[in-house]
């Protein structure tokens, strides 16, 4: 493993090599667990940040840096415009970084609807086998 932090442009071979083609040979485990560390160096102390800012959460390093690859995978096929200025930008770094970012604090926002559905919440209460407590029935004597 070598210490060096990839160029710009190394990274823009990367991408273009993730949108290889249905008969392009996949990525080599190296070269993604290479990206991987990248990523941990680059781009997850400004993710935890904004989302520690923006909803109050901290975020594992592996998980972002894995977050990070599924999001350029996805800009590979679905996100056109997203790829295309990954390619294009000055920096792109920064702007994988915003969309991370983006996309654990949309993330995060859904898990906390879902989490805190009355719906949900009301259906374990019904499951439960304990015997609810009422408030005050537990003064002092």
């Known amino acids: 493993m070598h210490d060096s932090l990839w160029s ?14 249905v008969f392009a040979p996949p990525i080599e485990d190296a070269e993604r667990d290479e990206f991987l560390r990248q990523a941990r160096i680059r781009l997850v102390p400004g993710v935890q940040r904004r989302v520690l800012a923006d909803v109050g959460a901290s975020v594992d390093p592996d998980g972002v840096a894995l977050v990070a690859f599924e999001v350029l995978e996805d800009t590979g096929w679905e996100e056109r415009s997203r790829r295309t200025w990954l390619l294009a930008s000055s920096d792109p770094w920064a702007y994988l970084t915003d969309l991370v970012a983006r996309e654990l ?11 805190g559905d009355d719906d949900d919440l009301a259906g374990i209460a019904n499951a439960s086998s304990r015997p609810a407590l009422e408030s005050g029935e537990r003064g002092v004597e």
């Open 8 to 21: 710009d442009q190394r990274f823009r071979e990367f991408l273009t090599l993730l949108r290889g083609g």
């Open 105 to 115: 604090t949309r993330a995060y926002g859904e898990s906390v609807r879902r989490v």
